[in-house]
């Protein structure tokens, strides 16, 4: 029987205005939000990044898949869409996605048959997607105030 190995994540922002900074991993990030929303347009806003995180991490599900399978993909692009109800965020309601739609294209000699396969399993594994399906614990463990 195998050991389980377990992957734990951190990630960390600090904002004193706009656009905010943040850091995995030593990967430095800016998260800013469009003017309308208080923010001066300079980076993608949280959400934005989340839509990204799908696409990316469906993307890479798709080539490990493929590269295992001896199925050539020359290019992958996924495109994440979705929106949420802007005035309901404005007055201060609890807002969220309700929907990502993923328009995926495969560039590949393969038959489409077996590129909607292997789709089908990345979809199956892809560690974002069963994230955001799942109904995922987040958890306020303290606030620090800092003089």
């Known amino acids: 029987m195998s050991q389980k190995q377990v992957l734990s994540l951190r990630a960390v922002t600090q904002q004193s205005g706009f656009p ?85 294209e495969l560039e590949s000699n393969a038959k489409l048959d077996e590129l909607k396969k292997l789709l089908k399993e990345a979809e199956k594994i892809c560690p974002v997607k069963n994230t955001l399906s799942a109904k995922v614990s987040v958890e306020l463990k303290e606030v620090r105030k800092i003089s």
């Open 20 to 104: 905010l900074t943040g850091e995995v991993r030593g990967f430095k990030v800016t998260i800013d939000e469009p003017a309308i929303l208080g923010g001066t347009d300079q980076a993608p806003n949280p959400v934005e990044y989340l839509l990204l995180a799908q696409a990316g991490c469906l993307s890479i599900v798709l080539k490990t898949l493929a590269q295992k399978k001896n199925v050539k993909l020359k290019n992958i692009k996924i495109e994440a869409l979705s929106s949420f109800t802007l005035s309901d965020f404005l007055s201060g309601k609890s807002t969220g996605l309700e929907q990502i739609k993923l328009l995926v």
